[in-house]
């Protein structure tokens, strides 16, 4: 039981880590909250509601994303969120730290 | 008032006033397409769904601390260091200056107790130490809360650091602040203390009580005295200022210290330093024998002075004692091999 905390408490600060580079990858496209997480989920990562929406928040007031109210289709209005230009600069530097990091840790695993 | 806005209520009130109608609209929606998701249309499930679904929300306080992190601290990593200086500074700064004045004021109004005003002193300068340990606290308590996000230690790595930042010195004092303040203090203490009831007499004119020091020491020794003590002020400045005891510091220690030496021995030797006058006065009220205190006033001088040498001397070999330290280097690593 112990072992299991321990794993899931690391695979937490694993996970918080990852996610904004998550979020911003999949932003090019203007998602709103619920469909991001529906987009996440069917890639296989499955995040709460309660950790996703705040973390847009951040990244939009750290001029990641930027976002609007806005009624699409039919419907209520919705909150939008798209990766916004300095959002993909940082982006693409990400990436490339990603797979550096990606790269090491798989061959010390090895 | 339906569980949802219960519930969405219930988030706003642990969010900042700023955004909170915006991030109360975005969390409706969201509830609303979770809703539509779970199949609310259903009548006769909707109850449930909505306790299912504010239940996988969890717990508002939590959700709204996810917006802004709630500070479960009075001072943050962001400002801690800020504020310790802060405090440092002006504990230093006001606590031997208020001490000095109430000390210096207490004794203008009663100039033979010495004890009374000490006390006055230190009891002042506590209280006002605690009042200023309050109002600091607080005027940080909310600096903090004045940061929108909380400082977050990540966020700091954006100057690089270079070798040019070391300091030169060893990076701890030799002689620590307070050391330094202490004896500052207490040259201006001994300048007052000797200077105050002087000129206080010499304002007065001879009428008044008379002096406890022989005032014929004004032709001579008490201008070296002050020339000393100043010096001293000086140097204990500078000490106060490098805090470590480099070459020059140390000299010039050695040099006070034996100029000080010399002054006292010679003083007590040569000179009547207590006023006979006032040993006259004090035999009058008293009714003793003038030898005794002739005897006794010669002893306390002789052993003041024997006090006074001995401090002076201490201070001086360990000065140099601890100049020879600065330039030590770290002791060296003792590395064992390990028997495999």
């Given at each position: 039981?112990?072992?299991?905390?321990?794993?899931?408490?690391?695979?937490?600060?694993?996970?918080?880590?990852?996610?904004?580079?998550?979020?911003?990858?999949?932003?090019?496209?203007?998602?709103?909250?619920?469909?991001?997480?529906?987009?996440?989920?069917?890639?296989?990562?499955?995040?709460?509601?309660?950790?996703?929406?705040?973390?847009?928040?951040?990244?939009?007031?750290?001029?990641?994303?930027?976002?609007?109210?806005?009624?699409?289709?039919?419907?209520?209005?919705?909150?939008?969120?798209?990766?916004?230009?300095?959002?993909?600069?940082?982006?693409?530097?990400?990436?490339?730290?990603?797979?550096?990091?990606?790269?090491?840790?798989?061959?010390?695993?090895? | 008032?339906?569980?949802?806005?219960?519930?969405?209520?219930?988030?706003?009130?642990?969010?900042?006033?700023?955004?909170?109608?915006?991030?109360?609209?975005?969390?409706?929606?969201?509830?609303?397409?979770?809703?539509?998701?779970?199949?609310?249309?259903?009548?006769?499930?909707?109850?449930?769904?909505?306790?299912?679904?504010?239940?996988?929300?969890?717990?508002?306080?939590?959700?709204?601390?996810?917006?802004?992190?709630?500070?479960?601290?009075?001072?943050?990593?962001?400002?801690?260091?800020?504020?310790?200086?802060?405090?440092?500074?002006?504990?230093?700064?006001?606590?031997?200056?208020?001490?000095?004045?109430?000390?210096?004021?207490?004794?203008?109004?009663?100039?033979?107790?010495?004890?009374?005003?000490?006390?006055?002193?230190?009891?002042?300068?506590?209280?006002?130490?605690?009042?200023?340990?309050?109002?600091?606290?607080?005027?940080?308590?909310?600096?903090?809360?004045?940061?929108?996000?909380?400082?977050?230690?990540?966020?700091?790595?954006?100057?690089?650091?270079?070798?040019?930042?070391?300091?030169?010195?060893?990076?701890?004092?030799?002689?620590?602040?307070?050391?330094?303040?202490?004896?500052?203090?207490?040259?201006?203490?001994?300048?007052?203390?000797?200077?105050?009831?002087?000129?206080?007499?010499?304002?007065?004119?001879?009428?008044?009580?008379?002096?406890?020091?022989?005032?014929?020491?004004?032709?001579?020794?008490?201008?070296?005295?002050?020339?000393?003590?100043?010096?001293?002020?000086?140097?204990?400045?500078?000490?106060?200022?490098?805090?470590?005891?480099?070459?020059?510091?140390?000299?010039?220690?050695?040099?006070?210290?034996?100029?000080?030496?010399?002054?006292?021995?010679?003083?007590?030797?040569?000179?009547?330093?207590?006023?006979?006058?006032?040993?006259?006065?004090?035999?009058?009220?008293?009714?003793?024998?003038?030898?005794?205190?002739?005897?006794?006033?010669?002893?306390?001088?002789?052993?003041?002075?024997?006090?006074?040498?001995?401090?002076?001397?201490w201070d001086m070999v360990n000065s140099v004692r601890l100049a020879?330290?600065?330039?030590?280097?770290?002791?060296?690593?003792?590395?064992?091999?390990?028997?495999?």
């Amino acid at each position: 039981m112990e072992n299991d905390e321990l794993v899931q408490n690391i695979l937490l600060e694993l996970r918080r880590g990852t996610l904004s580079i998550a979020v911003l990858s999949q932003l090019s496209k203007e998602e709103y909250g619920y469909s991001l997480l529906k987009a996440l989920s069917d890639k296989g990562l499955e995040v709460d509601q309660s950790t996703l929406y705040p973390l847009l928040r951040r990244l939009e007031a750290q001029g990641l994303l930027q976002s609007d109210w806005r009624i699409m289709d039919e419907a209520r209005p919705r909150r939008y969120y798209v990766i916004s230009a300095q959002g993909k600069t940082v982006l693409s530097k990400l990436k490339q730290e990603w797979s550096v990091m990606a790269e090491t840790i798989q061959k010390m695993l090895q | 008032m339906s569980l949802i806005d219960r519930y969405i209520a219930e988030v706003g009130r642990h969010l900042p006033e700023k955004n909170r109608t915006d991030i109360e609209a975005e969390i409706r929606s969201m509830l609303e397409d979770m809703l539509e998701e779970s199949g609310y249309q259903a009548k006769s499930a909707q109850e449930k769904v909505i306790v299912e679904t504010l239940e996988q929300l969890g717990d508002p306080k939590l959700l709204a601390s996810q917006y802004a992190p709630s500070r479960r601290y009075l001072i943050g990593p962001g400002w801690y260091d800020a504020y310790l200086q802060t405090l440092q500074r002006v504990l230093y700064i006001v606590l031997p200056i208020f001490a000095t004045v109430t000390f210096i004021l207490t004794l203008a109004d009663n100039p033979l107790d010495f004890v009374n005003a000490v006390g006055e002193a230190v009891g002042g300068a506590f209280s006002v130490g605690l009042q200023i340990l309050f109002w600091i606290t607080i005027v940080f308590v909310f600096l903090e809360r004045s940061d929108e996000v909380p400082y977050q230690v990540q966020n700091t790595g954006s100057k690089k650091w270079t070798v040019s930042q070391l300091p030169k010195m060893p990076y701890k004092r030799q002689i620590s602040i307070g050391e330094a303040l202490t004896d500052i203090v207490m040259d201006l203490f001994v300048f007052l203390w000797i200077a105050l009831p002087l000129f206080q007499n010499w304002l007065q004119g001879d009428a008044n009580p008379v002096p406890f020091l022989n005032p014929d020491l004004w032709n001579l020794w008490f201008p070296i005295f002050f020339v000393l003590m100043t010096l001293n002020l000086i140097h204990d400045v500078f000490k106060l200022k490098i805090g470590n005891w480099t070459p020059t510091l140390t000299a010039t220690n050695v040099v006070l210290c034996l100029a000080s030496i010399i002054y006292v021995v010679a003083l007590v030797t040569t000179q009547q330093v207590i006023n006979p006058t006032f040993l006259a006065t004090l035999d009058s009220t008293q009714i003793s024998e003038l030898r005794n205190v002739t005897t006794w006033s010669t002893w306390t001088v002789n052993i003041s002075a024997a006090i006074f040498v001995g401090i002076l001397i201490w201070d001086m070999v360990n000065s140099v004692r601890l100049a020879r330290r600065l330039n030590e280097r770290p002791g060296t690593l003792v590395i064992t091999k390990s028997v495999s």
